[in-house]
């Protein structure tokens, strides 16, 4: 049965229970699918599996964090009230004595070497974020995507051994994770360049993104309660668990992605066209052209952007964490638990910004650089407002919590604003464009804790000091989001290297239409 679908008066017929539609002028197409269809797509199969990984990656990154809080021995320390906030209520759970006592952990290392432990990773994830990428677009995103999974989880899975070699080994094996990881965010790019259509690609860019998100959600309690179980002393389970689910994705991996639709086995004849009119041309072997990459002035503004909104990102979780525990007084349970709340918002946001950002522009009511820029703003400038209310909230949790709350929903706009830019920008080299950026972005990683410590450096439990804090994230916000309006588009560069072949269209017209 054939299924006829108008667009610009070209009727384009097509064998089967899906339809093409061709747009002779930009060469992009349209695919009709209902919703269940769409979400079962192969395009949308490839997105889920990205995502899976990276929540897979990100979960390792994070579980030693919370794990190694019962790893390490506890000393005797007392807490009284001049280690408590005296300028905010302490909240009921938290007794105005309290002390921790000796405990018999296997680890006895010092706060020195559990903060070098911890950061060793971002260390690694900074100086192999451009190397990776570069490798990764002569492999492909298929191999440089799973290489990083699989060894992030050999590595997580390694750590309760690697652990009884002493902090030296586990700081190394944190930087070969972080190393590993850092083909990550270029491979996912490169792979949604060649599967994302053109007015998809903020949904997929988003699914994939998601998956990182939710690991930061879902890993800490998690861990928190392995942690409690006696088996094999509780810690090493999360580790293993994460170890056995990589087994797990990369066996799934391996069938259900390839590097393009033009190499899929399972992917329908209508949806391969489909993606192909209408995304980048199938090569990963492209040259990159470098000196007009750096003077592109959308690009510039893409990494002033990006890196001004990490710093944001990142920061908003750290200092809300924080500025619960040494200004609010909150007990350890108690913020572990509201901490996650600013990640869950900013997760559902994603996508309902996401899927109206990709409405408007099928609809054709704005440009793809408009839609970018006004996500941009709505995820730089408002988060940024505010940040500069919660600095006079001062012990007033609710307002406190209800401002971070708005700035992390609020930032999920960013997602469909430079997150998925650089796919806008050039499909064919979106992985190093992202790559470049990132390397920038990743900085508050293991400089944003410096930046706190210089602000609070003489009274951690000041309110007025931790202002300061909030109008830097801000600040940076604010920066990011103005250059993007300025100098940022959505639209594709010419340096990209991809030209669409109107012969390409007709021949496929031809082939594939009665």
Same mark, same amino acid.
């Given at each position: 049965?054939?299924?006829?679908?108008?667009?610009?008066?070209?009727?384009?017929?097509?064998?089967?229970?899906?339809?093409?539609?061709?747009?002779?002028?930009?060469?992009?197409?349209?695919?009709?699918?209902?919703?269940?269809?769409? +979400?079962?797509?192969?395009?949308?199969?490839?997105?889920?599996?990205?995502?899976?990984?990276?929540? /897979?990656? &990100?979960?390792?990154?994070?579980?030693?964090?919370?794990?190694?809080?019962?790893?390490?021995?506890?000393?005797?320390?007392?807490?009284? *009230?001049?280690?408590?906030?005296?300028?905010?209520?302490?909240?009921?759970?938290?007794?105005?004595?309290?002390?921790?006592?000796?405990?018999?952990?296997?680890?006895?290392?010092?706060?020195?070497?559990?903060?070098?432990?911890?950061?060793?990773?971002?260390?690694?994830?900074?100086?192999? *974020?451009?190397?990776?990428?570069?490798?990764?677009?002569? +492999?492909?995103?298929?191999?440089?995507?799973?290489?990083?999974?699989?060894?992030?989880?050999?590595?997580?899975?390694?750590?309760?051994?690697?652990? &009884?070699?002493?902090?030296?080994?586990?700081?190394? /094996?944190?930087?070969?994770? =972080?190393?590993?990881?850092?083909?990550?965010?270029?491979?996912?790019?490169?792979?949604?360049?060649? @599967?994302?259509?053109?007015?998809?690609?903020?949904? /997929?860019?988003?699914?994939?993104?998601?998956?990182?998100?939710?690991? %930061?959600?879902?890993?800490?309690?998690?861990?928190?309660?392995?942690?409690?179980?006696?088996?094999?002393?509780? @810690?090493?389970?999360?580790?293993?668990?994460?170890?056995?689910?990589?087994?797990?994705?990369?066996?799934?991996?391996? &069938?259900?992605?390839?590097?393009?639709?033009?190499?899929?086995?399972?992917?329908?004849?209508?949806?391969?066209?489909?993606?192909?009119?209408?995304?980048?041309?199938?090569?990963?072997?492209?040259?990159?052209?470098? %000196?007009?990459?750096?003077?592109?002035?959308?690009?510039?503004?893409?990494?002033?952007?990006?890196?001004?909104?990490?710093?944001?990102?990142?920061?908003?979780?750290?200092?809300?964490? *924080?500025?619960?525990?040494?200004?609010?007084?909150?007990?350890?349970?108690? %913020?572990?638990?509201?901490?996650?709340?600013?990640?869950?918002?900013?997760?559902?946001?994603?996508?309902?910004?996401?899927?109206?950002?990709?409405?408007?522009?099928?609809?054709?009511? $704005?440009?793809?650089?408009?839609?970018?820029?006004?996500?941009?703003?709505?995820?730089?400038?408002?988060?940024?407002?505010?940040?500069? /209310?919660?600095?006079?909230?001062?012990? %007033?949790?609710?307002?406190?919590?209800?401002?971070?709350? +708005?700035?992390?929903?609020?930032?999920?706009?960013v997602f469909s604003g430079y997150s998925c830019n650089s796919l806008d920008l050039s499909p064919n080299h979106a992985g190093i464009i992202y790559a470049i950026c990132?390397?920038?972005?990743?900085?508050? =990683?293991?400089?944003?804790?410096?930046?706190?410590?210089?602000?609070?450096?003489?009274?951690?439990?000041?309110?007025?000091?931790?202002?300061?804090?909030? $109008?830097?994230?801000? =600040?940076?916000?604010?920066?990011?989001?103005?250059?993007?309006?300025?100098?940022?588009?959505?639209?594709? *560069?010419?340096?990209?290297?991809?030209?669409?072949?109107?012969?390409?269209?007709?021949?496929?017209?031809?082939?594939?239409?009665?």
């Open positions: 049965m054939t299924y006829p679908v108008t667009y610009d008066s070209d009727e384009i017929l097509i064998k089967g229970k899906k339809a093409v539609v061709l747009n002779k002028n930009s060469g992009y197409g349209f695919f009709a699918e209902t919703g269940c269809s769409r +979400l079962r797509s192969t395009r949308f199969c490839v997105a889920y599996m990205c995502s899976w990984g990276l929540f /897979l990656a &990100f979960s390792s990154r994070i579980i030693l964090s919370v794990a190694i809080v019962d790893m390490v021995t506890k000393r005797m320390e007392t807490e009284n *009230q001049d280690t408590i906030n005296k300028n905010c209520p302490v909240p009921s759970q938290f007794n105005s004595s309290t002390a921790i006592y000796d405990s018999e952990e296997p680890f006895d290392w010092s706060i020195r070497d559990q903060g070098k432990i911890l950061g060793a990773f971002f260390y690694g994830f900074f100086f192999s *974020q451009l190397p990776a990428a570069i490798l990764g677009a002569k +492999l492909g995103g298929k191999i440089s995507f799973a290489i990083s999974i699989v060894g992030t989880g050999a590595c997580t899975a390694a750590v309760p051994l690697v652990s &009884f070699l002493g902090p030296d080994a586990l700081i190394i /094996l944190r930087f070969l994770m =972080g190393v590993l990881q850092g083909s990550l965010n270029s491979a996912s790019r490169q792979l949604m360049g060649l @599967w994302a259509p053109e007015f998809e690609r903020s949904l /997929l860019s988003t699914i994939t993104q998601a998956g990182g998100y939710l690991g %930061n959600v879902i890993a800490p309690p998690v861990v928190g309660y392995l942690c409690t179980i006696d088996l094999i002393d509780g @810690w090493p389970l999360a580790f293993i668990l994460l170890g056995v689910l990589t087994i797990i994705w990369f066996a799934v991996w391996i &069938f259900a992605v390839t590097d393009s639709p033009d190499s899929h086995p399972n992917i329908s004849t209508e949806e391969r066209y489909f993606i192909q009119l209408s995304s980048a041309s199938m090569s990963n072997n492209r040259p990159i052209p470098w %000196n007009a990459m750096m003077r592109s002035k959308p690009l510039l503004a893409l990494l002033v952007a990006q890196f001004c909104s990490n710093w944001m990102n990142l920061g908003i979780m750290l200092v809300f964490s *924080q500025y619960l525990a040494h200004v609010l007084n909150y007990s350890i349970s108690a %913020n572990g638990l509201i901490s996650a709340m600013p990640w869950l918002c900013s997760f559902v946001s994603m996508f309902i910004f996401s899927e109206i950002s990709d409405s408007i522009r099928k609809r054709s009511l $704005y440009s793809t650089t408009t839609v970018r820029k006004a996500n941009q703003a709505i995820g730089s400038i408002l988060p940024c407002v505010f940040l500069v /209310l919660a600095g006079f909230a001062d012990c %007033n949790d609710v307002l406190i919590l209800t401002c971070f709350l +708005l700035a992390m929903t609020f930032y999920g706009a990132n390397t920038l972005a990743v900085t508050p =990683g293991f400089l944003l804790s410096f930046v706190v410590e210089y602000f609070t450096r003489d009274n951690i439990h000041s309110p007025m000091l931790w202002r300061q804090v909030f $109008y830097f994230l801000g =600040g940076l916000g604010l920066i990011g989001g103005l250059v993007f309006i300025a100098w940022g588009s959505g639209e594709k *560069q010419d340096w990209d290297g991809y030209e669409a072949i109107p012969d390409k269209i007709e021949d496929e017209k031809r082939k594939h239409c009665i």
